[in-house]
């Protein structure tokens, strides 16, 4: 069964600060998504990695998968109030991302 | 707009009363999915479906049924809601193409009392 793992399960962190989320997963796969929730609000499609070593970039955050070791990082470089949200990454066994398994969820709190 | 809708958004009911939850999407996707959400346990995959009359389970399906007659609606049914069951649900769409993942909507909350 696959378990998908994330810490820290609550973070809270000064603007201008950096940090990472961990993601770490129980059986083999190259297929990782991120995702945030806002709070009250529906899911929103961060990242997309597909490959051992596969990294993605968006404004603050930076996406990375690491397969071998099952782990993916999601790390946050200089915070803003507006990066506070819940992050999920989730895994896909099928190859068609039809049965997504999620993490339990990091809140990321950025305070002034 | 391309986007996934579910009704209703808020929903209390009592325990035994059947309930439907509709989803809609209009972007053509393939594939289908329910997810539950509660607190300290993330999303959970209720049911998903492939296609037109095809559908299969999650993780957690028992309680919930589900059925895709058409491919653009993909309605979830609680027979006999119990309290366990109160929650926050949603739906999703994937165009079934690993590129993707899913696209979700603005999620339901049912509690059932």
């Known amino acids: 069964e696959l378990k998908v793992e994330q810490n820290p399960l609550f973070l809270s962190m000064q603007e201008g600060k950096n940090y990472t989320i961990y993601c770490n997963y129980s059986?083999?796969?190259?297929?990782l998504y991120w995702y945030r929730q806002d709070p009250g609000k529906s899911l929103e499609s961060l990242f997309v990695l597909l490959s051992n070593g596969a990294v993605k970039q968006e404004g603050r955050l930076m996406a990375s998968l690491d397969t071998k070791a099952r782990l993916s990082t999601l790390h946050i470089t200089a915070a803003v109030h507006d990066l506070s949200a819940t992050y999920f990454c989730?895994?896909?066994?099928?190859?068609?991302?039809?049965?997504?398994?999620f993490g339990t969820g990091t809140r990321l709190q950025v305070t002034l | 707009e391309a986007q996934v809708t579910q009704n209703p958004r808020y929903l209390i009911t009592v325990t035994g009363k059947k309930l439907t939850v509709t989803c809609s999407q209009n972007?053509?996707?393939?594939?289908m999915s329910w997810y539950r959400q509660d607190p300290g346990l993330g999303l959970r995959q209720i049911y998903y479906?492939?296609?037109?009359?095809?559908?299969d389970k999650g993780d957690v399906p028992e309680g919930y049924k589900v059925s895709r007659k058409e491919k653009r609606n993909f309605p979830l049914i609680l027979e006999s809601p119990s309290p366990n069951q109160t929650s926050l649900y949603f739906c999703a769409s994937s165009p079934g193409d690993r590129f993707y993942g899913y696209t979700f909507g603005s999620g339901t909350r049912l509690t059932v009392v």
């Open positions: 972007m053509n996707h393939e594939y």
């Open positions: 059986t083999t796969s190259d297929r």
């Open positions: 989730a895994v896909d066994l099928t190859g068609t991302a039809s049965k997504l398994t």
């Open positions: 479906s492939m296609n037109v009359e095809v559908t």
